[in-house]
């Protein structure tokens, strides 16, 4: 069974610009999570989908952000445009339950904002 | 809502030695604690988690014990080995995983 994956696994880009951070999950988890780690701190809840609706998003940092996952299947992140503070790792997350329980994590995209 | 700190940032064992990383947590509604590993290039890992009502949890090297009065939390690896080494989270959350808060992050090396 494939994990999560993530991509791209690196991106730098220059303040102002778009970057679109791409999740899929494992299958038939309905269960996606956005997280950020940003050097040194805590990893930090961003939002929630179960399948294709936005079940919590109250972790987003501001309107820059926008999250979809069309199709209940894979997500993406688009940050647009990108100020210096977005740098940090983005890690998605799915789940099978929602209730507590493991959360299958990818390998992380790092985003460099110059 | 929760917030968790954890202890060391940083933390250098010789092998065989044990490490010990403790959290602490605010919400007295939390029951689910995780530990996740994370190692190099990789994304973090469950490893062993508790719920409130148990005090304490081992599997293999790696234990966990919780103090829910005290609201704090610790993992504890035996017999530690280089491929220990890697940067372990803990975390907390009370009813599902959109209020699971993570702490810092211990980044544990093992020299050998």
């Known amino acids: 069974e494939a994990g999560v994956t993530q991509f791209p696994s690196h991106s730098v880009i220059e303040k102002g610009q778009t970057v679109t951070l791409r999740c899929d999950p494992i299958?038939?988890?309905?269960?996606l999570y956005w997280y950020r780690r940003v050097m040194g701190k805590e990893i930090k809840f961003l939002l929630h989908?179960?399948?294709?609706?936005?079940?919590?998003e109250s972790g987003m940092p501001n309107n820059r952000f926008l999250a979809e996952r069309t199709g209940g299947t894979y997500s993406t992140l688009k940050v647009q445009p990108a100020e210096l503070e977005d740098s940090g790792v983005y890690f998605c997350a799915s789940s099978r339950a929602i209730n507590t329980g493991e959360l299958f994590f990818g390998e992380g995209s790092r985003l460099t904002v110059l | 809502g929760e917030n968790v700190e954890q202890h060391p940032s940083t933390l250098s064992v010789q092998e065989g030695d044990s490490a010990v990383i403790k959290c602490t947590y605010s919400?007295?509604?939390?029951?689910?604690f995780p530990w996740y590993k994370q190692e190099l290039g990789k994304g973090p890992q469950l490893i062993i988690d508790?719920?409130?009502?148990?005090g304490e949890k081992k599997d293999q090297r790696i234990a966990v014990t919780l103090n829910k009065t005290a609201k704090h939390f610790s993992l504890h690896i035996t017999e530690t080995q280089p491929e220990d080494s890697a940067v372990y989270f803990c975390?907390?959350?009370?009813?599902?995983?959109?209020?699971?808060?993570f702490g810092a992050g211990t980044r544990l090396t093992v020299k050998p």
């Open positions: 989908f179960v399948k294709e609706s936005k079940q919590d």
């Open positions: 919400d007295s509604a939390s029951n689910y």
């Open positions: 299958s038939g988890h309905d269960n």
């Open positions: 508790i719920r409130s009502n148990v």
């Open positions: 975390a907390a959350s009370s009813y599902n995983n959109n209020d699971m808060r």
